[in-house]
């Protein structure tokens, strides 16, 4: 399969999100921002710590994402703040999280953040694990405590949130729809349900918790992505099935998948990031 462009940045590729018509990646402090059909870099910018003084502090960009007219970036924790853009590269706010420790305050971790309509969700860890939501005006809507790291968040008509022991659904209010004990890797909300990747397997549920299907796989599951189809990244491969859980393409690419959007299929090797087309 050929690849529609390639772009090779000049330090190390970490989070990448996209969708249609923007591809964001961070590398160390730095944010990239490309676009999606073109592989030519709109913007780029790089975040510095307001919280510790020391010039050697680094900051790292920790979890991304791009949905509609927006951009999400969390901070660690010398940082520990979360970034919204526009697709521009206007920043719209940014918000830190921090936590009293025993010499004073901390920056919290952010490990995960969701772009929904209006409203972003943002998952943190320091002494304890949580997920807050903010409207795009940066009023917060909720927040709550949650057992585990989060590891992704999907929002849509409600919130799912993935972490490593445990998935939580909550209405858009904050109160909990249900939760499963799961180690998730990813989660996306579906017309469907809701589909989660945990170890090697993908499962479906229905919106109120059911399970519906579940598929294993020879390989940790990734990453995935939904739109009428369920994509699933495992090690080199993608995996196209339906909604009910049929398989309907099995197709190994050369290089590791990175990510699935509306664009196409991102992989990475040698530092270098290719776009091919979706299946």
Excluded at 185 to 191: N, R, S, Y
Excluded at 242 to 262: A, F, R, Y
Aim: proline letters at 2%; a neutral charge.
């Amino acid at each position: 399969m050929k690849s529609l462009w390639s772009y090779r940045p000049d330090s190390e590729v970490e989070n990448v999100s996209f969708d249609e018509d923007y591809l964001v990646f961070s590398s160390g402090s730095s944010l990239y921002c490309l676009n999606t059909n073109t592989g030519k870099i709109i913007w780029k910018k790089r975040m510095t710590t307001t919280f510790y003084r020391d010039p050697f502090s680094d900051v790292s960009i920790t979890a991304l994402d791009a949905k509609g007219p927006m951009i999400a970036a969390g901070t660690n924790f010398m940082d520990g703040k979360i970034y919204l853009f526009t697709k521009t590269g206007k920043l719209l706010w940014e918000h830190q999280f921090a936590t009293i420790a025993s010499l004073g305050w901390r920056p919290e971790d952010v490990t995960a953040v969701g772009i929904g309509d209006n409203f972003v969700a943002v998952g943190t860890e320091f002494i304890g694990e949580y997920i807050y939501v903010y409207t795009f005006k940066r009023e917060r809507m909720f927040q709550k405590r949650v057992d585990g790291t989060v590891r992704a968040i999907a929002a849509n008509r409600c919130l799912a949130v993935g972490t490593d022991k445990k998935l939580y659904v909550f209405e858009l209010d904050g109160r909990e729809r249900f939760s499963i004990t799961a180690q998730v890797t990813d989660v996306k909300i579906t017309e469907t349900g809701i589909i989660t990747s945990s170890g090697n397997r993908v499962y479906m549920f229905s919106s109120n918790g059911k399970e519906l299907w579940h598929k294993n796989f020879d390989c940790e599951i990734k990453q995935l992505y939904c739109n009428g189809r369920v994509y699933a990244i495992a090690g080199k491969r993608v995996v196209v099935m339906s909604e009910n859980g049929d398989v309907l393409k099995d197709v190994e690419l050369e290089s590791d998948p990175v990510g699935i959007g509306g664009s196409g299929i991102l992989t990475l090797y040698d530092n270098t990031l290719k776009m091919y087309p979706l299946l």
